[in-house]
């Protein structure tokens, strides 16, 4: 069964998960203190890191269409690796805060379009088990998590000097992976179709308030947790196993979510991140210790994890294939990359005047996700994964 599971198509697309998010495990949590090492402070940190994801609303959709219209998604993110690894590269020259900005924002553009055309081939592959879709992303968990760890005893060693050439290693490697993967279901160039008629959006709409609530609570977590962390005396070292508790607890949550996604309806699922992403922030603010930051973090499973593989199933099945693409990269705009973008940058303004407040508000947001969580559930969103099999998407009943 295993080996019969992993054929070269899915092994390619575990190898850049694993390198994808190697790179986010080096970016996500490290950044800021890179830039802080580079004499920037806090608000232009904020304003740097928040204009990256901001460019990222913009461009996946445009990849995602140009990938729907083709139907040559592999090319695609070969495309965008190639020009994010030289974006990236631009960090090992800029000077100033235009330089700085323009080399992020050129990396964010390409970069954030890959990550949309990975999901959809991994659902591809997997029909019609796609429930199994943590079995492959969880490689991406594993990346991360090696990543911080072992970027945090670098950084700890030296200097954060080092993360755009350990960046620029990781992107290169990742683009070897790349060059292997074809189009899956879509290996003969054929352009999928897809149609946004019939579509609930009132449930959508409300799905991706939840995402960017949700998401956006997270801004302070990924530019400043580290950062708030040395303002407790906690060395980058520390800092790194602590954010890799998260990504480990991550891993766990990742092989019970086949089981999860078929016996629980995602509107209960979403309730669930929401109240634990609002706890999570809550316990970050108030301790102190290292050993009190360990819960915190690993909450991150429900309040990250559990809510990406609930966003993949949302969307695999309320929208026909044609238009997947498009509403993954509409996700990745709006929800992750619009939400973050406001968090961070808000949070880099409290941040001037009162670190702690950060987590004042990335906990208002979480209760503002847990309210469209609640009028999700109020729509009667109760499907289950296992309820839709055999049902193309777009198209499936709701569970009684």
């Known amino acids: ?52 994801m901001a460019t990222a609303m913009v461009s996946p959709y445009l990849w995602a269409s140009l990938a729907d219209a083709s139907g040559r998604r592999a090319g695609i993110a070969k495309l965008g690796l190639a020009l994010a690894l030289t974006g990236f590269a631009g960090l090992l020259f800029a000077q100033g805060m235009l330089a700085t900005g323009a080399a992020l924002m050129a990396f964010s553009f390409s970069w954030s379009g890959i990550l949309a055309q990975l999901e959809v081939l991994t659902l591809s592959s997997l029909k019609p088990r796609t429930e199994l879709y943590s079995k492959v992303r969880s490689w991406g968990s594993v990346g991360y998590l090696a990543m911080v760890i072992a970027a945090g005893w670098a950084f700890d060693q030296w200097d954060a000097g080092l ?24 290996s003969h160039g054929t352009r999928s179709t897809g149609s946004w008629l019939g579509i609930r959006w009132s449930r959508v709409a409300l799905y991706l308030l939840f995402a960017f609530s949700l998401n956006a609570s997270h801004g302070a977590y990924y530019g400043f947790y580290v950062l708030y962390l040395q303002t407790l005396g906690i060395s980058e070292s520390v800092a790194g196993l602590l954010v890799a508790s998260g990504v480990l607890a991550e891993v766990g949550l990742f092989a019970l979510m086949p089981r999860l996604l078929r016996r629980v309806a995602l509107d209960r699922l979403m309730i669930v991140c929401a109240l634990l992403a609002l706890l999570r922030w809550l316990v970050t603010a108030q301790v102190s210790s290292p050993l009190g930051q360990l819960p915190a973090q690993m909450l991150h499973a429900a309040s990250f994890a559990l809510a990406h593989a609930c966003a993949m199933q949302f969307i695999h099945h309320e929208f026909a294939p044609g238009i997947q693409g498009r509403m993954q990269a509409l996700y990745g705009s709006l929800a992750f990359s619009g939400g973050g973008a406001l968090g961070i940058y808000f949070s880099g303004q409290l941040w001037a005047d009162q670190p702690g407040r950060i987590w004042q508000l990335a906990m208002a947001l979480a209760a503002v996700s847990l309210v469209a969580a609640l009028l999700s559930r109020g729509l009667g969103y109760n499907r289950r994964v296992a309820q839709q099999a055999g049902e193309p998407p777009g198209r499936c009943a709701d569970a009684a």
Do not use: K, S
Not at 5 to 26: D, T
Not at 168 to 177: D, K, N, S
């Open 1 to 52: 069964m295993t080996n019969r599971f992993w054929q070269p198509q899915r092994q390619l697309l575990a190898a850049n998960y694993l390198f994808y998010f190697a790179v986010q495990g080096l970016t996500v949590p490290f950044m800021g203190i890179y830039l802080d090492l580079r004499g920037f402070d806090a608000p232009q940190i904020g304003t740097l890191m928040a204009a990256q």
């Open 163 to 186: 993360l755009p050439w350990i960046g620029v290693g990781l992107l290169a490697t990742m683009l070897w992976f790349t060059l292997a993967l074809d189009n899956g279901d879509e």
